[in-house]
């Protein structure tokens, strides 16, 4: 990649300011629209000012820190860490002197791939890449003016180095701190040069994480750790039939507890608030609530499972119809149809689900670990009635998002709560509530066919699936306008202006068919028919929503129509690649790894999968074996990844293996049953999560790239449950198409 | 009024003895470096020590610890704590971080009773502590190196 000169297009807040501290900073607009209203790009500068604050992303002080403002919720994929590698790395600066520090509620930290103030799809490096290096270029360029101008020499002759300024021919050197206040009365530079990736010294380096220290001192501050001084603590009973509504309560008892406050109704169910946690579950506890089960009080698995049964057996929405399918499947040599279906997942974010909040009369402040910022502050403001200036969101450390914490309802329970109790209030759920009301990753239900030519080919493929979309949830929670369900009505305005870019996103590759509609297999007569379906139960974002389930369905029938058509799984699949040549090299790298043409060891079986999740193929070959009781050991995961320009290799490492673990969970552990119109499962004993015991060795390996940064959170995810079904065919000549894999499926194989 | 020794300081607590441990060092002590995740003790985030013994604060109730020496994430200290922190750290193990206390507290209490546990013993020490972010080779890595170190 060349270093191109740019126009920053955005000059009008590439502007210098100066401020007093980090109070004022955080109140200084650097919102777009007002910006453009500006004409200044000279710098603020007030008297006794120590802070050089170039733009709305860096803040360099006298001291010689420079803080990178973080638009992206650190939810452990190591962002805060990535996008200051970003910025430091173009501003040349020293990185024992970068310290982070989490972006307010602002229209210039929206994320332009929702255009709201939002982590989530792994966007936050793809969409911060070329904003935040020249950001970093642009300060680095105005540190060297203003030290060549202190020196009274050209810029040309000065160059930019860990954190200062050198004027080669006279060996002179400024330091970034001793420059704060020359640069501040200059201008930033609109057209600057970006470095070659040849000349990279921290983007794809071992950086360390900024967020590792605190994290192993018990310092970082999660949702649940806000402490402010009169706060109360709440904990909320929801409807326990999905749909259902409070229709009564005696809080008789409850009310007379230790500590016990408030016991009051809200929007999504009824809350306890006390002076502290333990007595505000007690007192839920001792609550006689009587419930009105709604429509849904006999809805079960199976009853979702039968009525998915006969939907398939009609066509559904073509959304990818190549060739012509029938007369395709009619003139094939042989036909294969299978049915693969998949259970409704929880997230298990290790932090339960909680939000605090304190309404006052002329303001509100939210604290609240979200991938949701704007969602929480739109929220906020119609519940408060306050304008937007005077609602903040705070957002703090989230223990797990996964996708669950991009919805807005236990921030809704917060300021509902606070601004009722006028005092401010923390909302944390218990596990039993969060997995129970969690907004899971969809069920489903697939009706797989083949055609296969005399030599084994596939000529033709149909894939029809049931389920409901995962965005409906979103969409339902982000716009009042189209949600009827639990929402209270003076809450529905001020957030229909959010569904616009929701709603449009939900129609892009992340909806109900990503990995399904754009599989990337060349086969000349294709269809992907979606029949949409929802049953009742909440859904929403899990890690790597929809393509978590049509990698699995997909990535599994390949190997079937490789078994029976008597080809190599892994040389059908390169045959099939060919116009995808991304998805075909990590295929490629990854087997070469694994040393697939090798046999493994006695006892030892090999599965393989590859999959793309927008932009970014992984490719996994798995070792398995299954004892006789059909207990599945997976014992090593190979796996590539191909995610453009790496940042940070040891958070792609962890990033690719900690998806590994979440992805086995579902595999081989763990799902959400429906039972009487609730989930079955409430907590870890009954939704077990994969344990140190169980988790394979994995080895990732990068596919060297230096094409933009695509996104790395969840690729991880969809390759492993087919990559680990097809090696458990290998071993046992069973054919798994429904998850988890439990030993009562392979037992005395 | 309960009276507790946490982090070799002196607490009096004024609450139902029934409260679990986790709750009064979070609430009333002021020390929530110890993490609440799942409240039944089946994940290990709540991990602290009662005289040296890893110990699930969330099913342990304060009227139990009374008197007995309580040690926390922030109060992890020696050979063994300052070992597992720089090992932590060089590893760079924690992701969402929030197992993470559980997770060192449960791995302090290995490398006390076992200076050099093999893999298998971290396995079977460790499993009861869950990571939903997956850091658990990491965390395998990181026991081994500081037992490497923790030796005096």
Redesign the interface.
């Known amino acids: 990649m060349n270093p191109m000169p740019f126009d920053t297009g955005r000059r009008e807040f590439l502007r210098v300011s100066f401020v007093a501290g980090v109070g004022l900073v955080v109140g200084c607009a650097f919102s777009r629209e007002a910006a453009a209203s500006s004409q200044a790009s000279q710098s603020l500068t007030s008297e006794g000012s120590d802070v050089l604050v170039p733009n709305a992303w860096i803040r360099i002080s006298k001291n010689g820190t420079v803080t990178v403002v973080i638009n992206h919720s650190e ?4 962002i805060f860490t990535a996008l200051s590698m970003i910025v430091a790395e173009e501003l040349e600066a020293d990185w024992s002197k970068v310290r982070t520090e989490m972006a307010s509620m602002d229209p210039v930290y929206a994320n332009p791939e929702f255009g709201v103030q939002a982590t989530g799809g792994s966007t936050s490096v793809r969409t911060s890449w070329d904003e935040l290096r020249k950001a970093g270029a642009a300060t680095r360029e105005l540190l060297v003016a203003a030290a060549a101008s202190t020196w009274g020499v050209p810029s040309r002759e000065c160059r930019a180095k860990a954190g200062k300024v050198i004027h080669s021919s006279s060996r002179r050197t400024l330091l970034y701190g001793e420059l704060v206040e020359k640069a501040a009365g200059m201008p930033v530079p609109d057209r600057v040069q970006l470095k070659k990736h040849a000349d990279f010294k921290i983007i794809g380096k071992r950086m ?2 900024l ?12 949702g ?2 806000v ?1 402010i001084e009169g706060l109360l ?1 709440a904990t909320v009973l929801h409807p326990p039939v999905y749909g259902g509504r409070l229709k009564s309560f005696d809080a008789s008892k409850a009310r007379s507890m ?1 500590g016990v406050r408030h016991i009051l109704p809200i929007s999504t169910g009824i809350a306890v608030v006390a002076d ?4 505000a579950k007690k007192a839920a506890e001792a609550l006689k609530v009587d419930w009105d089960p709604g429509p849904n009080a006999n809805l079960s698995s199976e009853s979702i499972r039968a009525r998915w049964v006969s939907l398939a057996k009609q066509s559904g929405d073509r959304l990818r119809n190549d060739g012509n399918v029938d007369n395709a499947f009619e003139k094939a040599a042989k036909n294969i149809e299978a049915v693969y279906e998949l259970p409704f997942q929880a997230h ?5 689900m909680n939000c605090t909040a304190f309404v006052r009369k002329d303001g509100c402040d939210v604290w609240v670990p979200t991938q949701n910022q704007s969602g929480t502050h739109e929220i906020a403001v119609a519940i408060t009635g306050l304008s937007h200036d005077q609602v903040r969101v705070h957002t703090t ?6 996708g669950r914490r991009g919805d807005v309802d236990f921030a809704t329970e917060a300021v509902e709560l606070s601004h009722t109790v006028q005092a401010p209030v923390k909302v ?1 759920w ?3 509530e969060d997995i129970r009301h969690d907004h899971f990753r969809p069920a489903s239900y697939h009706v797989l066919r083949a055609g296969l030519d005399g030599k084994g080919r596939p000529i033709a493929f149909q894939h029809r699936f049931v389920c409901p979309s995962y965005m409906d949830g979103t969409i339902e929670i982000m716009a009042p306008a189209i949600m009827p369900r639990w929402l209270p009505r003076f809450l529905k305005n001020a957030a229909t202006r959010m569904a616009v870019p929701i709603a449009k996103y939900a129609k892009s590759a992340e909806s109900a068919a990503s990995g399904a509609s754009n599989m990337a297999y060349a086969i000349d007569h294709l269809r992907v028919e979606y029949i949409k379906d929802d049953p009742g139960v909440p859904v929403g974002a899990w890690r790597s929503v929809a393509n978590s389930r049509h990698a699995f369905v997909v990535e599994s029938f390949m190997d079937e129509i490789a078994a029976a058509g008597g080809r190599d799984p892994l040389q059908l699949r390169l045959d099939l690649l060919k116009k995808a040549p991304k998805q075909l090299n990590a295929l490629r790298v990854a087997a070469h790894k694994a040393g697939w043409e090798k046999k493994p060891q006695e006892g030892v079986f090999r599965g393989l999968a590859v999959h793309d999740f927008h932009g970014t193929p992984a490719a996994m070959v798995v070792e398995v074996s299954v004892d006789k009781k059909g207990k599945v050991k997976v014992h090593r995961v190979v796996c590539t990844v191909d995610c453009g320009t790496v940042i940070n290799p ?1 958070t792609v490492e ?2 690719m ?6 992805g086995l ?1 579902a595999t081989v552990k763990s799902s959400i049953t429906i039972g009487k119109g609730r989930a079955e499962q409430s ?3 009954d939704f077990p ?7 394979p ?2 080895e990732v390996h990068i596919i060297p790239s230096a094409a933009a940064p695509t996104g790395i959170g969840e690729v991880g995810v969809p390759p492993i449950a087919p990559a680990v079904a097809n090696a458990i065919f290998a071993a046992s000549g069973k054919r798994i198409r429904t998850l988890p894999i439990t030993s009562g499926d392979l037992a005395g194989g | 009024m309960i009276e507790l020794r946490v982090n070799k300081k002196t607490y009096q607590v004024d609450v139902d003895p029934e409260t679990p441990l986790l709750w009064v060092l979070r609430e009333e002590l002021g020390l929530p470096g110890t993490k609440f995740s799942c409240g039944v003790g089946e994940c290990g985030a709540c991990v602290v020590h009662v005289d040296g013994e890893a110990t699930r604060s969330c099913v342990t109730p304060v009227s139990e610890v009374k008197g007995k020496e309580i040690t926390t994430i922030e109060g992890l200290a020696g050979a063994i704590g300052q070992a597992l922190r720089d090992a932590w750290i060089e590893g760079d193990v924690p992701q969402c971080g929030y197992c993470q206390p559980g997770q060192i507290m449960t791995a302090a209490e290995l490398l006390a009773s076992n200076p050099h546990p093999s893999d298998s013993d971290i396995d079977a020490a460790m499993s009861g502590v869950l990571c939903r972010c997956g850091t658990y080779n990491d965390i395998r890595r990181a026991i081994h190196r500081a037992a490497g170190r923790s030796r005096t």
């Open positions: 939810m452990g994929q190591g360390p994480r967020d590792t220290a605190d994290k192993t001192r018990g310092k970082a501050v999660y649940a750790d402490r603590t230790p502290r946690f333990w007595q298990g974010c290790p932090e339960p450390f989230l223990g797990g998002g996964f944390i218990t596990r039993e040891k962890a990033q293996t900690g998806a590994i673990a979440f969970t907590n870890f004993d999560l994969l344990t140190m015991e169980e988790m060795a994995v």
